[in-house]
């Protein structure tokens, strides 16, 4: 599987990401090319090579097509464009994200918002672009590291909610609306590098010079578990030896209804020689410090132990009656049990059966 992560340590703009996309090899003339089927008006696009505190890098001077201040004509151009489909629902998602956060930030009815900062027709190229960009390297998932926002626009604040982020600078802006709401929207991950052979790395400069070099970095290449990933979550376990056996039922679905992952026990031998159980949670991180509460509310456990962990996962998805998990060119298939109890109940066919 290609896949593509942004080292946004200087911060991110949408000029950057498109200008360390060439650098990694995309074709400027395929992009113009593309980029040509958004009804725009004439605009130039030229990519030179430069250096920021010693370091390479390309930097993108976009000039000439029209300004796109209003959301409504926006859509209308990506509607009416000759690009691909996928390529305009990926734009406009971005766009729409900017358009959410300039409402939420200015006070404003997201379809009556007016964009000033991002007005200039480069906005609509760097989304376009890094849409087209992505595509046309074949690239199946984007990673990112934390944001550096330096000291951020309102609209920046709305994208990047929910988001891991940082500052080293508290003068200037380093990430921008329109480089937040790309990666935000295109990246699969946002964290440590993942598990990848690089093949290719590019190089996008911005406009401003600081103390340290003002580019954001793009690894390119393949991850050889192509069919399965890794997902962070936190495992509460504690030891129960002095609890009614017939609690552990009701609890087990208690916290399956307050969004356990998954919860399982494990018959021990405790102290004193007591027969016990290690009641075991798996959560998400921001909802373990519910679980918690419910583990120290309902039963007699003075303790939980708290365990980050890492699962292999495969790709999935539930049907009528099925979860189908994709396993390399091949699918698992299961029948859930709930959905077989209902189909025997209904139809008086033996459960062994549906099964």
Not at 63 to 68: I, K, R
Not at 160 to 177: C, Q, W
Not at 233 to 242: F, G, S, V
Not at 289 to 306: P, V
Request: aromatic letters at 8%; proline letters at 3%; glycine letters at 8%.
């Amino acid at each position: 599987m290609k896949i593509a992560y942004f080292d946004c340590s200087s911060g991110i703009s949408g000029d950057m990401i498109l200008s360390a996309l060439v650098d990694a090899g995309l074709s400027e003339k395929y992009l113009v090319g593309e980029l040509k089927k958004l009804s725009i008006g004439k605009f130039t696009m030229r990519f030179t090579d430069i250096q920021k505190n010693g370091m390479h890098a390309k930097f993108a001077e976009i000039s000439g097509g029209e300004q796109l201040r209003e959301f409504s004509k926006v859509k209308k151009i990506i509607k009416k464009s000759k690009l691909g489909e996928s390529i305009k629902q990926i734009g406009l998602k971005i766009y729409s994200k900017i358009a959410a956060a300039e409402s939420k930030a200015h006070s404003i009815a997201a379809g009556k918002v007016h964009f000033h900062e991002i007005a200039q027709v480069d906005t609509i190229i760097d989304i376009f672009g890094a849409a087209i960009g992505l595509d046309a390297l074949k690239i199946e998932k984007v990673y990112s590291s934390s944001f550096n926002l330096g000291r951020p626009a309102p609209a920046t604040i709305e994208i990047i909610k929910g988001i891991p982020v940082y500052s080293t600078d508290d003068k200037n802006e380093l990430t921008t609306p329109t480089g937040a709401a790309i990666i935000s929207t295109l990246a699969e991950k946002i964290g440590p590098v993942p598990e990848m052979k690089i093949e290719k790395t590019g190089a996008g400069a911005g406009t401003s010079d600081f103390e340290k070099p003002n580019i954001l970095r793009v690894y390119i290449g393949t991850s050889e578990k192509n069919y399965f990933s890794t997902d962070e979550k936190i495992l509460l376990e504690t030891n129960i030896d002095d609890m009614d056996a017939r609690i552990f039922p009701y609890i087990t679905e208690k916290l399956f209804a307050n969004e356990a992952v998954d919860v399982w026990m494990t018959n021990i031998h405790s102290k004193k020689g007591r027969p016990g159980i290690i009641l075991s949670v798996l959560a998400e991180k921001k909802d373990e410090k519910k679980l918690a509460d419910i583990i120290f509310y309902e039963t007699t456990t003075l303790g939980i132990r708290r365990l980050p962990t890492n699962r292999w996962t495969l790709p999935r998805k539930k049907d009528k009656i099925y979860k189908v998990a994709k396993l390399g060119n091949s699918l698992k298939r299961t029948t859930e049990y709930e959905d077989a109890v209902k189909i025997a109940k209904r139809t008086n066919v033996p459960l062994r059966e549906v099964l």
